[in-house]
């Protein structure tokens, strides 16, 4: 069984087209059919449900589906193995927003020199979205907020650090709950896992807001209070008084409304040398 047919399988189930499938291996949806069919061919049974331009999984393709990824993760994982100098291959990592302009960039810096034949890929997200990739293997890691819940029994989880809510605002403020509740305010998202923690504090605080918007990007946030629109509650993430450094920060330092930022890896990604390569540099990041 050819693990190239595996893969383009894989792409085509989790972008929901052979045309988006071919689009994302540089091939033509020709040649995706023919891989997909040679697989069907030797598995006797088919594994592709075509309506009109969409395709998905097969219940006989769902069945094996998780020992599929193994095998391609696997086989994808012996070059590495081989290597004995330096890991090699690719890293699919995903990242939410604030960490691309503070962390990431230092530890992409890192591996430059400790591991030059390593091909990061780059995934930006939402936690939730993020998490929803690794549990499919889209990704091979994922660095996004502590979930609200207990992780899948399939994912391992390695706390990094805290980052403390806290008020941002133009004006400097010796009382947090009256600067909320006198100024317009911007809401972070309450849906997003971050967001949840900021409003659990306006519920405990008993502080009644009529939101300006709500909005799941702290970096506009930022700017929107930078213009002098509004204060919001957000975390004191690294990098946010490079974004806005005339705002003034004033922390909430109780752990309870800490947002907790977190690795996640999968057990069974076959990429285990890449990811301990990466653990190193974000460590030394």
């Known amino acids: 069984m050819d693990t190239r047919f595996l893969h383009s399988l894989i792409v085509v189930i989790e ?3 052979i045309a988006a499938a071919a689009r994302r291996q ?4 020709a040649a995706v059919s023919q891989r997909v069919k040679s697989l069907e061919n030797s598995l006797g049974c088919d594994l592709l449900s075509r309506t009109g331009h969409s395709a998905k999984a097969t219940q006989a393709c769902l069945r094996i589906l998780p020992r599929l990824k193994r095998i391609a993760a696997e086989v994808s994982g012996i070059a590495t193995d081989l290597d004995n100098q330096q890991p090699s291959g690719e890293l699919r990592i995903g990242v939410i927003s604030t960490l691309l302009s503070g962390l990431l960039p230092r530890c992409v810096q890192y591996l430059a020199g400790s591991a030059p034949k390593l091909l990061l890929q780059i995934v930006p997200g939402t936690s939730r979205d993020l998490y929803q990739q690794l549990q499919q293997q889209q990704i091979d890691l994922a660095i996004l907020v502590q979930p ?6 399939v994912l391992k989880s390695e706390f ?35 967001g949840a923690i900021a409003n659990s504090y306006l519920i405990d605080q008993q502080i009644n807001v009529a939101p300006l918007c709500e909005i799941d990007s702290l970096e506009s946030i ?11 509650l957000v975390p004191h993430w690294q990098g946010l008084q490079d974004l806005a450094n005339n705002l003034y920060i004033s922390p909430i ?3 309870k409304y800490h947002r907790n930022i977190q690795l ?3 057990r069974q990604s076959g990429r285990e040398q890449l990811i301990a390569e990466f653990k190193r540099a974000l460590h030394a990041a």
Do not use: C, R
């Open 26 to 29: 540089n091939l033509t949806a």
């Open 222 to 232: 930022a700017l929107m209070v930078k213009l002098g629109m509004g204060v919001s």
């Open 148 to 153: 609200p819940f207990k992780p899948a029994k």
């Open 160 to 194: 990094l650090f805290a980052e403390p809510l806290a008020l941002i605002s133009l004006q400097p403020s010796s009382a947090i709950n009256n600067s909320i509740s006198s100024q317009p305010f911007i809401a972070y998202d309450k849906s997003a896992w971050g």
């Open 253 to 255: 330092n109780e752990a």
């Open 15 to 17: 972008t929901g087209s």
């Open 264 to 266: 996640l890896t999968h």
